[in-house]
């Protein structure tokens, strides 16, 4: 039975390669292409890419015995090909897994080109009527308006959708070295980030520019929607003058080496490839127009001189009401040979959303093979993580990344006698990898990779 996944972000190449490592035919859709020798691209892309990833290039941390570690170790215990990749092409990032964007991308092409069973149809779809065979649909926050409505009609649900921002990168040979020092927080891992320390003048300067900094036009949006985790700094910035001081300008744990002290507020850059020609400014997307993007963030010492290789920006990000339409086996429930996986599934993260179509592909080809899903373990954090999008209230639903909220909590008594929150976390990380992987050698000798 052949399998159509629609998407080539990156919970649509995880599905379909997941789905051909266990013998299945796979179709695999991606609207972005080159038309007439031009581009066509979503209004946030800038290649037409497998896995471009178009916001920040961090897959979080990968401090053992937290939640995002957790996640991914499951990951690799079932053999995700992207997560692979990203291992492959990580770029120094502290206690974070980041990867060069480019070669991510070059892997996952290479990796779906050698794959026989995966043909690859550069055309959008529009419709999602039933057809012999099986459909994952990965689009991603970005699906197209005409899909929407088809998702819209198929479901008889109203879309939810919240708007993301992209932060800014900046050119490495730009950066006054001379004002910036690296570190990690608290030295945890190497001192792979350049931070930029600002005395209380310096942020007050900043800050007053950045709340009188003129937005960019929101078009033919009404109501800008954010979510929550990823609010553009401009929008924390209006919460109260020290909002950025305790959120992505927290000084906490980045002592000055060259001073002995700690500053009053700190920008972190992150590498954005090998070459360390790049980097992007940590939770700093934002909504505002260019120049003024340029004359405020060149207010932060060490950037005063900045050449910015890409400005921040806003995009859609779409999604369906799991909780309503979706099984735990990310399966429509009124239409079961149809899945959803990825951003447009309910969840928010480059992992998750890499997570859901690994799952989509495993459900996919057991369904492929005529036998029923078995969905993963509440205990895992790939369980709780669906769990939470297909339970959550239907009314008050938003996308969420993986957080140890959503794993079943520790007994009362154990709770009770213990007492640190670090050995909670690895007495819950250690039952979630046992369940994980019980399941897992049980799903893989049912569908007998090839």
Known sequence: MKIRVMGGGLAGPEAALTSARFGCEVDLYEMRTIVDGKPRLTPAHQTTEFGELVCSNSLKSESPNTAPWLLKQEMRRAGSVLLRFADETAVPAGHALAVDRVEFSRR???????????????????TLEPEDGLTIVATGPLTSPALSAEIQRLTGSEHLAFYDSISPIVDADSIDMDRVYFAARWDKGTAD????????????????????????????WE?????EGCLPIEVLARRGRDTLRFGPMKPVGLRDPRTGKTPWAVVQLRKENLRADSYNLVGFQNHLKFGEQARVLRLIPG???????????????????????????????????????????????????????MLAGIHAAALAQGREPVPAPRGSALGSLVHYITHADARHFQPANITFDLLEPLEEELR???????????????????????????????????
């Open 108 to 126: 996952i092409a290479q990796a779906i080109a050698a794959e026989p069973r995966i043909r690859v149809i550069r055309d959008e779809v529009t």
């Open 303 to 357: 950037l005063e001189n900045a050449r910015f290789l890409r400005y921040g920006q806003i995009h859609r990000n779409t999604y369906i009401c799991a909780p309503a339409l979706l099984d735990e086996s990310l399966r429509l429930r009124q239409t079961p040979s149809i899945l959803f996986a990825g951003q447009l599934s309910g969840v928010e993260g480059y992992t998750e959303s890499i997570a859901t179509g």
């Open 193 to 220: 980030y350049i931070n930029c320390p600002m005395t209380r003048e310096e942020y007050d300067r900043f800050y007053e520019a950045l709340v009188a900094a003129e937005a960019a036009e929101a078009k033919e």
């Open 223 to 227: 109501q800008l929607d954010y979510f």
């Open 416 to 450: 009770k006698k213990t007492r640190e929150k670090k050995e909670r976390h690895r007495i819950q990380c250690e039952r979630a990898l046992s369940v994980f992987d019980a399941w897992w050698l049980a799903t893989r000798e049912l569908l007998q990779a090839v």
